[in-house]
């Protein structure tokens, strides 16, 4: 009779523990797997930023659409400026039409309220990633022109000089011809206007009712600091209700007339 080896009999126990050791780790890859895929990205953007890299390396695409939603509007809408630089790198569209009307890109949101510590970062990635500076909400309204509009958030110098950087249209105008300019001084933002006049504004572009930037200063009770900015860049200073007086009666000289109406013909003389 052979002699047992207890070395094989060792062998044998060892091999059967590493079979059963791999089969373990291949099922519980396959239920992370699972777990992943049915957490999908837009979830992980909010709450799992470690997350990403892993889901997209197991195929998951990073510009998916869930109820018109892209994983980086969560992530941007949300604040997380982990998830957003993550998704970036991983190749998300920052220009995507987010179907809002009030914010329809990622950049319009960003600059939205940016009142958080990490929305100039986020506004920042965004842009180096080609999101459109130039990008319009259904006001005709730049993100440059409603930062203006809202501009007493202490970053809002900072995001402008990026988007200015970025090649925003400092003179775009809004469907009521209003300019991020004109904002800035009927705000009563000094430095943003002068930022604004270093950056190409034209301090006589007129508005839909007719006034230049500087006709807003009866707005803001920081008269004074505008009227010298707008002098250092060599603008004019005052308020002039004559040119707008004159402007709107060349608009109206100008406006083309509306097609004469043809009355009915009369019925009751057909019998």
């Known amino acids: 009779m052979k002699k047992f080896d207890p070395l094989v009999f060792i062998a044998f126990f060892v091999s059967l523990a590493i079979l059963a050791g791999f089969a373990g780790w291949q099922y519980q890859r396959q239920q ?17 930023p470690e997350l990403i890299p892993e889901m997209v390396a197991i195929g998951l695409d990073v510009n998916h659409l869930d109820g018109g939603r892209t994983p980086l509007m969560n ?6 400026l982990e998830s957003v630089e993550s998704l970036l790198h991983f190749g998300a569209d920052p220009n995507i039409n987010t179907g809002n009307s009030i914010n329809p ?3 319009l949101s960003a600059t939205f309220i940016p009142n958080r510590p990490e929305d100039p970062q986020i506004i920042k990635l965004l842009l180096k990633a080609g999101a459109d500076p130039n990008a319009r909400d259904s006001n ?8 203006a509009l809202n501009s007493h958030f202490l970053s809002a110098l900072s995001i402008a000089e990026d988007l200015i950087a970025a090649g ?20 009563g933002n000094a430095a943003l ?12 572009q007129r508005n839909r009712q007719g006034f ?4 807003q200063i009866n707005s803001t009770s ?6 010298k900015v707008f002098a250092r860049h060599g603008a004019d200073t005052e308020r002039r209700p004559d040119l707008i007086k004159k402007y709107r009666e060349e608009l109206e000289k100008h406006k083309p007339e509306e097609p004469a109406t043809i009355p009915p013909a009369d019925s009751s003389n057909d019998n």
Do not use: C, W
């Open 105 to 107: 890109s990622v950049l």
């Open 140 to 147: 005709n309204r730049t993100a440059l022109i409603r930062l």
């Open 75 to 80: 992530a941007v809408d949300f604040h997380k």
């Open 32 to 48: 992370h797997f699972k777990y992943l895929k049915s957490l999908g990205l837009h979830a992980a953007a909010v709450h799992y």
């Open 193 to 204: 206007a002068d930022l604004l006049l270093k950056s190409g504004a034209d301090p006589e």
């Open 168 to 187: 925003v249209d400092v003179n775009a105008e809004g469907t009521d011809g209003m300019t991020a300019l004109q904002y800035s001084v009927s705000t």
């Open 212 to 215: 230049r930037a500087i006709d």
């Open 222 to 227: 920081k008269a004074e600091a505008i009227q």
